[in-house]
């Protein structure tokens, strides 16, 4: 099926220009592939994500317009990123123990913030959660990928009675607004960086140099001292205590 329209799309794009750009930007597919394999588990193929992303690039190559300002390597990125996106959640991979055990830290992490009123330590979260500082760290481990799901995974949900509530709702209750307009809120990207600054110093610098500077996870462990999987379950922290935060704002 993926063959298929990478296919149609090629014979779509079918201008001097596009396959100029195509040829320039294909590396670019296997740069945004690599980085995201990095945080997936074992069972992602790196040659889907690639797959996908060329189709991402051949929707960007003709959709591009250079009259609009944008460089297209920009414009690309965007496309193949989304793509592989797309194509991940759209697979239900991630174990449902899985999900529970996130929403369990999340809700250890936040429970501490509001008690301590700064960010807890490893130490004190698995406590809270009553387990081994050992066992925490795997289940930091298990959740590698975690931050790719639905959106919806920000609902606040009550899963003994069957209901939800998404964080879409949140934004376009009314059904009418572009959903990906209201989420590019400026007060939601306000209390984003907001939650980025108050992470301990050592998950800030992992989180700049993953997706501002673009290092992988061995590179990155290479910088902190520590081993790859320690800067998966590093990551997965991090993520876990911006999720607490978001989730805060959007039940204003």
């Known amino acids: 099926m993926l063959k298929q329209r990478a296919l149609k799309l090629y014979r779509d794009t079918r201008s001097d220009s596009d396959t100029e750009l195509l040829a320039r930007s294909t590396p670019l597919v296997k740069k945004i592939a690599y980085h995201l394999i990095a945080r997936l588990p074992a069972s992602i193929d790196v040659e889907d994500l690639i797959q996908v992303g060329l189709i991402g690039l051949m929707e960007a190559a003709r959709n591009f317009d250079a009259s609009a300002g944008a460089q297209f390597e920009t414009f690309a990125s965007q496309r193949i990123r989304g793509a592989m996106l797309d194509e991940l959640r759209s697979g239900d991979w991630l174990?449902?123990?899985?999900?529970?055990?996130?929403?369990?830290?999340?809700?250890?992490?936040?429970?501490?913030?509001?008690?301590?009123?700064?960010?807890?330590?490893?130490?004190?979260?698995?406590?809270?959660?009553?387990?081994?500082?050992?066992?925490?760290?795997?289940?930091?481990?298990?959740?590698?990928?975690?931050?790719?799901?639905?959106?919806?995974?920000?609902?606040?949900?009550?899963?003994?009675?069957?209901s939800s509530s998404s964080l879409l709702d949140a934004f376009a209750a009314d059904h009418a607004?572009?959903?990906?307009?209201?989420?590019?809120?400026?007060?939601?990207?306000?209390?984003?960086?907001?939650?980025?600054?108050?992470?301990?110093?050592?998950?800030?610098?992992?989180?700049?140099?993953?997706?501002?500077?673009?290092?992988?996870?061995?590179?990155?462990?290479?910088?902190?001292?520590?081993?790859?999987?320690?800067?998966?379950?590093?990551?997965?922290q991090a993520v876990a205590r911006l999720r607490t935060k978001l989730t805060d704002?959007?039940?204003r």
């Open 249 to 251: 704002w959007t039940a």
């Open 177 to 236: 607004a572009n959903p990906l307009t209201q989420l590019d809120d400026a007060h939601f990207r306000a209390r984003l960086i907001e939650g980025i600054e108050q992470l301990p110093e050592r998950e800030k610098l992992l989180m700049a140099l993953y997706y501002d500077e673009e290092l992988n996870l061995k590179e990155i462990g290479a910088v902190l001292g520590v081993s790859e999987s320690r800067v998966c379950q590093l990551h997965s």
């Open 95 to 162: 174990p449902r123990q899985t999900r529970r055990n996130l929403r369990e830290i999340d809700a250890a992490i936040h429970k501490l913030e509001q008690t301590l009123g700064r960010a807890p330590g490893e130490m004190e979260i698995a406590q809270a959660m009553d387990i081994p500082l050992t066992d925490y760290q795997d289940k930091l481990g298990d959740a590698r990928g975690h931050q790719l799901l639905h959106i919806d995974d920000y609902a606040r949900d009550d899963e003994e009675h069957g």
